[in-house]
């Protein structure tokens, strides 16, 4: 079964390039596009795409906006969105990841890691292009304001729950993870699962934020970051 992907972005000219890249892909199927915010929600509803690349900065309803009306409507709830961005980190990263971003991606990715973002993310994972990780775990590190760890988090979790997370957080895949804590690859997976399952959370990239905003994870630590850190979140 092809994953049916959909487009928003207020540049013609890079409509037309994703969709090119989109359709050339076999596994793939282009099902729209949208110039605004306000038609991606429309293209959001009307084709219930696996996944939907959406720009930030766009006409009548901005990016963020539109994912968080998107992912809060039970109509189209399942609709994963990569965020497309041009490196400008700012609040509106956050703003999206708690509003169920599944990911982040830069727009002068290449046309596989692009293809490559669109098959983890529509397969239930997430991801985060290295260089935005590496601004974000620097971004929490330098918020003011952080205390003792939030035991809200800590105290739903088991002690091998919070392990996990702690790696997740560092940006481990679930076989590396299970690597780590001599674990298979399917129950680092089952870990994952059943974290994201108790917090009450989408997918691992809102699992990274919840584990740096809780303090659970100190950036610039040795729980921070793990063996084959590489910055990145994904479902394998």
């Known amino acids: 079964m092809r994953v049916r992907v959909g487009v928003a972005d207020d540049q013609a000219i890079v409509r037309d390039g994703l969709r090119v890249q989109i359709s050339l892909d076999p596994d ?17 509803r009307q084709q ?48 999206a990841l708690r509003a169920g971003a599944s990911g982040f991606l830069l727009k002068d990715s290449t046309p596989e890691e692009l293809l490559a973002a669109i098959r ?3 397969d239930g994972g997430a991801l985060i292009a290295p260089q935005i990780t590496r601004r974000l775990i620097a971004e929490f590190a330098a918020r003011p304001g952080r205390g003792r760890p939030d035991q809200r988090i800590a ?55 919840a584990a740096y905003e809780s303090g659970l994870v100190i950036p610039g630590t040795d729980n921070a970051q793990g063996p084959g850190y590489s910055g990145r979140s994904s479902p394998d």
Not at 28 to 44: C, H, K, P, R, T
Not at 73 to 90: G, H
């Open 28 to 44: 793939l199927e282009f099902v729209g596009e949208a110039a605004n915010g306000e038609q991606a929600i429309v293209l959001a």
């Open 48 to 95: 219930r795409p696996d996944v939907l690349l959406m720009d930030v900065r766009m006409p009548v309803l901005d990016g963020l906006a539109a994912t968080g009306r998107i992912v809060a409507d039970p109509v189209t709830a399942d609709v994963r969105i990569i965020v497309l961005t041009t490196f400008d980190l700012d609040d509106y990263v956050y703003a």
């Open 120 to 122: 983890v993310v529509a």
């Open 155 to 209: 105290d739903r979790l088991t002690a091998r729950e919070t392990e996990v997370l702690t790696l997740v957080a560092g940006g481990l895949t679930n076989a590396e993870i299970g690597e780590r804590l001599v674990l298979s690859a399917l129950t680092a997976k089952t870990h994952v699962s059943r974290i994201l399952t108790k917090l009450g959370l989408r997918d691992r990239t809102q699992l990274v934020v």
